[in-house]
């Protein structure tokens, strides 16, 4: 009986997910609402998602326009953009916050490189960890009745290739969002 790898490719996609999430999150080229995916906002007694509580778009290349439901969360939002982390100042503007994304430098994006590069290899390693736990199952079964050697052989070269397949995802998104990052 081969080895099931549902729970190994659920996982792995699973890695493979969050990783683009986390890279999607990155500020590449102009301005887009995924920056915002960070931000936490107080609101109504609870930290909640910013696009919970608020509209996001992206009118032009380099502003952001967030629409709250509640206006009187206008203060709330844009303390929670600041305290993200993002290098991004909201304005409050009226009934909306405005968020103007100056263009990437030479230096900036360089930084950017080596971020995107840094979670790459996180994701490269979710997917190698993964590995080596589903290959310790396989081995586990060596002297279980029904299981030849040449089970465990094909199961583990298998256990190789769908590794593969996702490092050569995660690498693909890497070359995209570099070749983005560094086109001006």
Known sequence: MAFSFQEFTQSGKKAVDHTMGEVNALRIGGAAIQMLDPVTVEAYGARMKLAE???LSAPDPQT????PWDSSLLGAIEKGVQQANLNLNPVVDGKIVRISVPPLTAETRQQMVKLLNQKIEDGRIMVRSLRADTKKEIDKQ???AGISEDDIKKDLTQLETETKKLIDELDQLLAKKTDQLLKV
Do not use: Y
Request: aromatic share 0%; net charge neutral; glycine share 20%.
């Open 64 to 67: 952001l326009v967030i629409s």
């Open 142 to 144: 060596a002297g279980t």
């Open 53 to 55: 509580v608020a509209g």
